[in-house]
């Protein structure tokens, strides 16, 4: 990627390696893709984003302007290796929680969606916001099964929220078992109805009672296929980048969000010119920035 040099127009990502100190946040990729129901490359997904962040700018236009390079302090802490299975979910705990003892914020580059059962669980996150058109409560262990296996494991489910549920992507099952559970739905056609405000103060509060942390879960196939033609599981109608965009700038302004994955992109099945990917880089960007607008607001 051959990109104009400018001093006065920096660019997003190329952040330095995590060492001693703290960090306002961290970059972990966890390139996990080995029990995705679907076939998918999501492995080659955590520097295919990075790539894609050196496209933009970390600057918010406000105003006043903000660098986001300026603001936080940002470290990358590289990618497990072969964060698959037993033992590198163990890893992925283990490196999750160490960040989080450096870091407010941490974000983990997914990988397909099995990611967020160890990275909620080593962020030690108390409430789950999910931003997915699926449910994840399939039984077994895959990209499918997340949240039923964080809820098997002692997550509370009334603590757990997921937005952008959608028709046609889903069993009557799972949603009865998402019922059962006294999980928050809030469905794909209630998102738009009542607007991204309502829906993520809603969210907040259900996800946040009785304190402790939350996890944030930016599952990019919620995105109408159009958008996100690199998510195995897209479908058109989904939600358009910009309200994806919305919703996770707004969640990750909420002081008690310390932790959020980005997951289920494939970056070798994407469209030529890298739309998902590049979204998938907003995202972390969005992260950043609902950060910042946290910490000038404290």
Known sequence: ??????????????????????WDAAILGVPAFRTSLSPTGAHATPGAVREALRRYSPTLVGPPAIDLGEALRIADAG????????????????AIGALRQRADLVI????????????????????LITIDAHFDLRDGVSNGSPVRRLVEDGLDAQRVVQLGIADFANSAAYAQRAADLGITVVTLDDLRRRGADDVVAEALEVAGTGGGSI??????????????????????GGLAAW????????????????????????ATA???????????????????????TKERTA
């Open 1 to 22: 990627m051959r990109l104009p040099r400018d001093p006065l127009w920096p660019r997003a990502g190329a952040w330095p390696p995590i060492d001693e100190g703290g």
């Open 79 to 94: 990618d497990i290796d072969e964060p698959d299975g037993q033992a590198g979910e163990a890893s992925v705990r283990a």
């Open 108 to 127: 983990a580059l997914g990988g397909d969606n099995s990611i967020t059962y160890a990275v909620t669980q080593g962020a030690e996150a108390d409430g």
């Open 215 to 236: 996890h944030l879960d930016i599952d990019v196939d919620v995105c109408d296929r159009s958008v996100a033609p690199g998510c195995p599981a897209s479908v058109p």
């Open 243 to 266: 309200e994806l965009r919305a919703l996770v700038r707004a969640i990750a302004a909420d002081a008690r969000v310390h932790s959020a994955d980005i997951a289920e992109v494939d």
């Open 270 to 292: 994407d469209a030529p010119d890298g739309r998902t990917v590049r979204l998938a880089a907003l995202c972390v960007l969005e992260l950043l920035a609902g950060k910042a």
